[in-house]
C-alpha cells in the first residue's frame, strides 16, 4: 500500500506562484511514475503533469511554460510549481502514483486526497 498526502494549495492571485508537495509513505519502492491532475467545479478530471523514475518530466500543453513537475526521491515527494497562475488554473489537485504490485506484477494506482487551489482575478 501507498499513501498520497498533498498540501500547498490555497487562494492566490492571479500571477502568484504556488508550490504543491506530495509525501508518499508506505510501500514507496514500489512506485514508478507521477504525476498530478487536477479537477474544477463541473469538469472531468484532467492531467496535469507526469514524471518518470528517473525525472523525466512531461507537461501538458496548457500549463507549459508556466508549471513545473519535480520529485526528490530520497524523500519520496513529488512537487508541482506553479507560476503566472491564472483563474483557469482553478481546481482541486491530485497527486496520483502509479505502482507494482510485485506478488502479481500487476499496476496499481494510488491518488492523494487533493489540495484545492483557487485563483482570484
Known amino acids: 500500500q501507498v499513501q498520497l498526502v498533498e498540501s500547498g494549495g490555497g487562494l492566490v492571485q492571479a500571477g502568484d506562484s504556488l508550490r504543491l508537495s506530495c509525501v508518499a509513505s508506505?510501500?514507496?519502492?514500489?512506485?514508478?511514475?507521477m504525476g498530478w491532475y487536477r479537477q474544477a467545479p463541473g469538469k472531468e478530471r484532467e492531467l496535469v503533469a507526469t514524471?518518470?523514475?528517473?525525472?523525466?518530466?512531461n507537461v501538458m500543453y496548457s500549463v507549459k511554460g508556466r508549471f513545473t513537475i519535480s520529485r526528490d526521491n530520497a524523500k519520496d515527494t513529488l512537487f508541482l510549481q506553479m507560476n503566472s497562475l491564472k483563474p483557469e488554473d482553478t481546481a482541486v489537485y491530485y497527486c496520483?502514483?502509479?505502482?507494482?504490485?510485485?506478488?502479481?506484477?500487476?499496476?496499481?494506482?494510488?491518488w492523494g486526497q487533493g489540495t484545492q487551489v483557487t485563483v482570484s482575478t
Open positions: 496520483h502514483a502509479n505502482a507494482l504490485n510485485y506478488d502479481n506484477l500487476a499496476e496499481i494506482e494510488y
Open positions: 514524471i518518470s523514475p528517473d525525472g523525466k518530466p
Open positions: 508506505g510501500n514507496t519502492f514500489s512506485i514508478n511514475a
